[in-house]
């Protein structure tokens, strides 16, 4: 069964640092487009970063320069460095594989508060 | 690039039929047929509805469809049931360094 598993959420003050992960199963991060989408509360869906399969990382504006996106093939595993945390950065991190076509699987998400 | 324009909310009675617009520009919607529909209940995840503007994922009701005129993408629900009260989101590919747009969200309601 094709899976997202999403952990690593939590509180933590402004200008924190937190790295959340997403563990795949039944298929291979490394073989498809990987994505972090986040909400905040009351919100919509946000686009935050891809990778591809070549290794190519791409932000939005929102998030360049102090978040990172990566993967561990050999753990299957998505990651989201985020540094220079805002209070704006609150919101539910949802991973996603392929969200550009029929192959669209999300996780359940895991909830980032940034506060002091 | 700007969220692609949908109507904040639609409502329509039991067994009516709803159709949400979903409008963006040529970089996305209008050049390419990478358009997909997410269904969102309260404090769930978002589920895929309809994908590549019209394929319909296995398990999801034919009563939903979707359609694409030049920048406009189009959701239909025809048969409308209670549960389909949620929030419906679009979403465009536009191309490899934006990835994906989102729509603002439209909250259906079945009165």
């Known amino acids: 069964e094709v899976q997202l598993v999403e952990s690593g959420g939590g509180l933590i003050q402004p200008g924190g640092s937190l790295r959340v992960s997403c563990a795949a199963s039944?298929?291979?991060?490394?073989?498809?487009?990987m994505s972090w989408v986040r909400q905040a509360p009351g919100k919509g869906l946000e686009w935050v970063s891809v990778i591809y399969t070549g290794g190519g990382t791409y932000y939005a504006d929102s998030v360049k320069g102090r978040f990172t996106i990566s993967r561990d093939n050999s753990k299957n595993t998505l990651y989201l460095q985020m540094n220079s945390l805002r209070a704006e950065d609150t919101a539910v991190y949802y991973c996603a594989r392929d969200l550009e076509d029929s192959g669209a699987v999300w996780g359940q998400g895991t909830t980032v508060t940034v506060s002091s | 690039q700007s969220a692609l324009t949908q109507p904040a909310s639609v409502s329509g009675s039991p067994g009516q039929s709803i159709t949400i617009s979903c409008t963006g520009t040529s970089s996305d919607v209008g050049t390419y047929n990478l358009v997909s529909w997410y269904q969102q209940h309260p404090g769930k995840a978002p589920k895929l509805m309809i994908s590549?503007?019209?394929k319909r994922p296995s398990g999801v009701s034919n009563r939903f469809s979707g359609s694409k005129s030049d920048s406009t993408a189009s959701l239909t629900i025809s048969g409308l049931q209670a549960e389909d009260e949620a929030d419906y989101y679009c979403c465009s590919y536009a191309g490899s360094s934006t990835y994906v747009i989102f729509g603002g969200g439209t909250k259906l309601t079945v009165l």
């Open positions: 590549e503007v019209s």
């Open positions: 039944g298929f291979s991060v490394s073989s498809n487009y």
